[in-house]
């Protein structure tokens, strides 16, 4: 390749293209400092950019003609409109404007009969301009074109990062929801039969028939409970149709309180008020999570011959909730610490802009307090 170009520039020099003889070896090395640079063209435009252009002024200060090597401006000119900087682009536009002005003069100039301007000036000087600005406009189309792919492609990313956001957001909302109806599921449930159990223990030496009634008790809130289970397993299968049995609502929560009343706690139930409009469908689901885990912390916390009162309120901007014991009231905090159930009590309540509260009462017993306002749609 090296030997292709120093022929093709020793037979310019030797022609001498109508300017004389000049030196070969000088044009190869002008040739080649127009020309090299172009293999990092992509990687540092603006450097090879300022090194060819300087080649040129070279050539334009030094020889009036033209070399091979002239090939490179084109291919330079689209270069920095591809990849350089705006200002870079039109710089070098601009300078390839006024190098075509420049070759021109340089080879006209001095060969001609007078200092007006020929028609072959004016004809040189609009070729080598069209060739420049032909080049910078295919080199701005593949910019443009390019800026374009590249924004889709970090708009594509953007959109991507952002669903899988949404569905890792969406699975640990699932996630926390199932852990809460587990937890209500299965903590009541198994402080019900625990309880029942233990008494059917003690009454079976006594009085059979109690403890017959017991144990039905227990087998009826494990059915319930397995029922429950399956229902919250179904909704995580694709492959079977869940269970169609209605969650549990408000109208439910006077069977919670006896079946607590059963186990052993006396409960009582207390509804004021009436409604004036209808909760949804998941804030009656809420309230009803909420009694039952109250219930279920009081059996567990509250200690023996606890009593326990929920209390139902409909005021005119929802439904209050308070359920009451007369348990060992701040001695409960320092059983069961890790408070999941009145956590997940927080959370559902919040899911409906509303609050819960769970402490002790001065004098003793325990009392959580929740309210869920009505929904404005």
């Not at 009826?220 to 179904?234: A, K, P, V």
């Amino acid at each position: 390749m090296a030997g292709a170009a120093y022929t093709l520039v020793v037979s310019a020099g030797t022609l001498g293209m109508g300017y004389g003889v000049y030196n070969p070896w000088y044009l190869f090395v002008l040739c080649l400092l127009q020309t090299a640079p172009l293999m990092y063209r992509r990687r540092h435009p603006w450097a090879v950019t300022l090194i060819v252009i300087g080649g040129h002024l070279l050539q334009v200060a030094t020889y009036p003609g033209l070399l091979p090597s002239q090939f490179s401006v084109p291919i330079l000119v689209y270069t920095i409109a591809v990849y350089g900087k705006r200002w870079q682009s039109f710089a070098t536009l601009a300078t390839g404007i006024v190098g075509a002005m420049l070759v021109t003069g340089r080879m006209f100039v001095p060969y001609s009969d007078s200092q007006l301007i020929s028609f072959d000036m004016i004809i040189s000087f609009v070729g080598l301009s069209l060739i420049v600005l032909v080049s910078w406009t295919f080199g701005d189309l593949a910019r443009t074109r390019r800026l374009t792919m590249e924004g889709l492609r970090d708009r594509a990313n953007r959109l991507e990062m952002e669903r899988q956001y949404e569905r890792d957001l969406a699975a640990s909302d699932e996630r926390n929801h199932i852990a809460r109806e587990m937890h209500d599921i299965v903590a009541h449930s198994l402080s019900v039969i625990i309880t029942q159990a233990d008494g059917a223990r003690y009454a079976a030496t006594k009085d059979p028939q109690i403890a017959i009634e017991t144990l039905k008790t227990v087998s009826d809130t494990g059915r319930s409970s397995l029922r429950e289970m399956r229902r919250l397993l179904g909704v995580l299968r694709t492959d079977e149709a869940a269970e169609n049995r209605p969650l549990p609502t408000l109208m439910d929560i006077d069977d919670l309180v006896s079946t607590t009343q059963r186990s052993g706690l006396e409960a009582h139930l207390i509804v004021e008020g009436a409604p004036r409009r209808e909760l949804p469908a998941g804030a009656e689901l809420t309230a009803y999570r909420c009694v039952q885990e109250s219930l279920t912390n009081v059996m567990k916390h509250a200690g023996a011959n606890a009593s326990a009162q929920v209390a139902l309120t409909w005021t005119g901007k929802g439904l209050e909730i308070l359920v009451t014991d007369n348990g060992r009231g701040a001695g409960a905090l320092t059983q069961d610490g890790a408070g999941q159930g009145l956590r997940g009590m927080c959370e559902r309540v919040s899911l409906y802009e509303g609050w819960a509260q769970a402490g002790p009462i001065t004098g003793g017993g325990f009392q959580v307090s929740v309210f869920i306002p009505y929904s404005e749609d």
